[in-house]
């Protein structure tokens, strides 16, 4: 019987991860850093942030085929077979890449469902308001990253749909101003942390 992960681990690492994250952006507000340095930082956050994410999504449905294999196996038509290793599994989440990458929660979900069926996915407990954040921060993180024309029309869709922003800032700006709405994830403090609490929201639903 191959040694299952311990998702309670997988858990308080990324907890840990993004706590250290809004701990170093805290610090360089109260240090009273240049505006323009503080803003970098919160992009570069923004950054580090959706990597961890990323990170954690692998590792939790790397867990989840090694505690419920059978629908990848039924599926594959795999016989004498009962279990799967995390190694193995690791390499079936990543398929032909040597990393994980999805898209969006939408592509990490239906990921989830081709290899544990519907109802042994994770992340379709996801609650859907924090499903437009997480792929809000994705589009932030390319955008910095990427500097393309997709990535920024993509950005500039998600700040208009989520946040109900018409004149769109760089994502420094952006992280860096406070968030007044009501529904906000942190209000009254810097988007940045609204966007790390939804990513340990997520990361303690699933």
Known sequence: MPKKPDIAHIKSTANAQLATASRRYQEAQQRQLDYLVLRWIASMTAVEVYAVWERYAEKRLTAALVYYPQTFLADNNIRGLKSISVGLAAVLVRGSSRYFDFRSVGDLIDRGDRLLGNSQNPFRHLPASKKVYLDTLGAIRNYVVHQ?????????????????IKSKPRPDE??????????????????????IQVVEDAVNCL
């Open 174 to 195: 952006f992280l860096n101003a406070i968030d007044y709405r009501r529904d906000s994830p942190a209000r009254r403090r810097p988007r940045i942390f609204g966007l």
């Open 148 to 164: 393309s024309e997709s990535a920024l029309a993509a950005y500039k869709r998600c700040l208009s749909d989520v946040y109900g």
